[in-house]
């Protein structure tokens, strides 16, 4: 192992980076894909793309790629010769780039040699050695990239996960924004783009009440959140702040309870609910949802044991009964995890489509969203539908994006039973 230079980075990983960089400057020249016989690099085929008016638009990837990774090579010297840290973030910020281009094209190399008359019915497995070479040694040369400037694992980690996460998410949203109907078109990148497949759920004439699903969506979740949350609390403090007889065994029985899989007792609920009259009815998921609820207390339990009862004593002391106690001291300590079961809460209803599906049957007016995306997903509606359900998944999605983004770090809080101040 070479030593450390000055500055505290590893030549060695500078090495590794460099040969890296420079396997991904030979493979512009190597075979990019093959088919009968006939065979292109990335420079052959981004210099027959120029002179093609199809050849502009999505194939941006390839006429971009050939810089970035050129100028990863020169930045490898430039490093090599003349060591700095600030030389190595610029390095790694093009390498980036250069490594997200070179997975972007495998999406995206039949709509490039497709649009421009190069081949037709290209699949990936056309692909030569040419490009899976260089994607291999954009990824490796990263992480050698990343090391050298000493960025911690877990960056490094994250990166390429987060480059991999993205291609179902960016799937989605541009199949929600494709112009052309259908399950299968061959290709990722749209040949349009249109927002008609959004307009459509809300204006289908009735056909499709995409609305009506969102609404019932809302109201159960809505509920689901409140109830459930009220009876967690109450649920988890009486057994983390009292003592009864038979306690024990009540903690027991619902913890053998909860181990069992919800879907075993569905058909016998739906029984019971029929018999009562209130199947194929929203107040049918909130009954259910909240006659579960409380066999979810041990989390919040587990945090209210953290909380000390050096606090209800002193409260006692000063004359507060077991309600003001609950309300006024210990509910105010208690914020990130109250956020954690309304969160919980809400997602639990908001996705779920086991019961739904088994509960409404054929009474489409009373669907929630999973269940009416299931819908629009049945092979004799799926081509007529398909876009449909991906600006669907895309409007579902949004509130959970949402509510993330505002409550991540009181939902970090709650999962860590922490009490602050």
Request: glycine share 10%; charged share 10%.
């Amino acid at each position: 192992m070479m030593k450390k230079t000055v500055i505290g980075l590893n030549l060695d990983y500078y090495i590794r980076a460099m040969i890296g960089a420079f396997i991904g400057v030979v493979c512009l020249f190597a075979p990019y894909t093959i088919r009968d016989g006939e065979w292109y690099s990335f420079f052959t085929a981004a210099f027959k793309l120029i002179s093609i008016k199809a050849g502009i638009g999505l194939n941006i990837f390839l006429f971009l790629l050939l810089p970035l990774v050129i100028l990863s090579g020169v930045f490898a010297v430039i490093n090599f010769v003349n060591t700095s840290v600030k030389g190595v973030k610029i390095w790694q910020a093009v390498q980036i780039a250069s490594t997200v281009l070179w997975t972007l094209i495998l999406f995206s190399s039949k709509s490039i040699f497709e649009k421009a008359g190069l081949y037709s019915g290209f699949l990936n497995k056309n692909l030569s050695v040419g490009y899976w070479l260089g994607l291999v040694s954009a990824y490796f040369t990263l992480v050698m990239i990343m090391k050298v400037s000493e960025t911690n694992t877990g960056y490094i980690v994250l990166s390429i996960l987060s480059i991999i996460w993205l291609f179902p998410v960016l799937w989605i949203l541009l199949t929600a924004l494709r112009a052309e109907q259908g399950y299968y078109v061959g290709y990722f990148f749209p040949k349009g783009l249109t927002l008609k497949n959004f307009i459509n759920l809300f204006s289908n004439g009735g056909k499709l009440p995409f609305g009506r699903w969102w609404l019932n969506t809302l109201i159960v979740a809505a509920s689901n959140c409140v109830i459930n949350t009220l009876i967690v609390l109450g649920t988890a403090y009486v057994l983390s702040r009292t003592r009864f007889k038979g306690r024990k065994a009540f903690m027991n029985v619902l913890m053998i309870i909860g181990m069992f899989p919800g879907f075993m007792s569905m058909i016998a609920v739906y029984n019971i609910l029929k018999g009562f009259g209130i199947n194929q009815s929203l107040l049918a998921l909130i009954v259910v949802g909240a006659a579960g609820a409380a066999m979810g207390y041990h989390v919040t339990k587990g945090f209210f044991d953290t909380i000390p009862k050096a606090i209800d004593e002193a409260a006692i002391i000063d004359g507060a009964n077991r309600f003001q106690i609950f309300t006024r001291v210990t509910l105010p300590l208690s914020k990130s995890i109250i956020v954690y079961i309304v969160l919980g809460g809400f997602l639990g209803a908001w996705s779920d489509y086991i019961f739904p599906s088994i509960l409404f049957g054929d009474k489409q007016s009373s669907y929630t969203v999973a269940v009416g995306l299931f819908w629009m997903t049945d092979f004799k509606r799926i081509d007529t539908y398909y876009t449909q359900f991906a600006a669907g998944a895309v409007i579902v999605a949004v509130p959970i994006v949402i509510l993330f983004i505002w409550l991540q770090q009181f939902y970090v809080d709650g999962l860590s039973g922490s009490v602050k101040g």
